[in-house]
Nanobody, 122 residues
Framework: DVQLQAFGGGLVQAGGSLRLSCAAS????????IGWFRQAPGKGREGVSC????????NYADSVKGRFSISTDRAKNTVYLQMNSLKPEDAAVYYC???????????????WGQGTQVTVSS
């Protein structure tokens, strides 16, 4: 079975850091891109960042450029999202997903994990 497990969320003060992890199993990890999305209450789902496990290309939403960094460990089938200089507006449920291309559009992703809550206090 395909599984994507996102974890590492929590409560952090504004300006702080968190590292999210997305552990994948049940598919050929190196053939997929992994994307991070977030959804805040009352808002739509937003693409945050993605990384291709084939060519290691990355993409970031403008709102997180320079603050967030995505990386992959193909030996562990895990993708990380390092989030620095967190702002209250970064608070959301963060999801990881696996798809055929690195994109901020959710329609390219076939598999989705459960979310992990990120709360940022001001």
């Amino acid at each position: 079975d395909v599984q994507l497990q996102a974890f590492g969320g929590g409560l952090v003060q504004a300006g702080g850091s968190l590292r999210l992890s997305c552990a994948a199993s049940g598919f050929v990890f190196k053939d997929y891109a992994i994307g991070w999305f977030r959804q805040a209450p009352g808002k739509g789902r937003e693409g945050v960042s993605c990384i291709s496990n084939s060519d290691f290309s990355t993409n970031y939403a403008d709102s997180v450029k320079g603050r967030f960094s995505i990386s992959t460990d193909r030996a562990k089938n895990t993708v990380y999202l390092q989030m620095n200089s967190l702002k209250p507006e970064d608070a959301a449920v963060y999801y990881c997903a696996a798809g055929w291309i690195c994109s901020g559009s959710d329609y390219v992703y076939d598999y989705w994990g459960q979310g992990t809550q990120v709360t940022v206090s001001s």
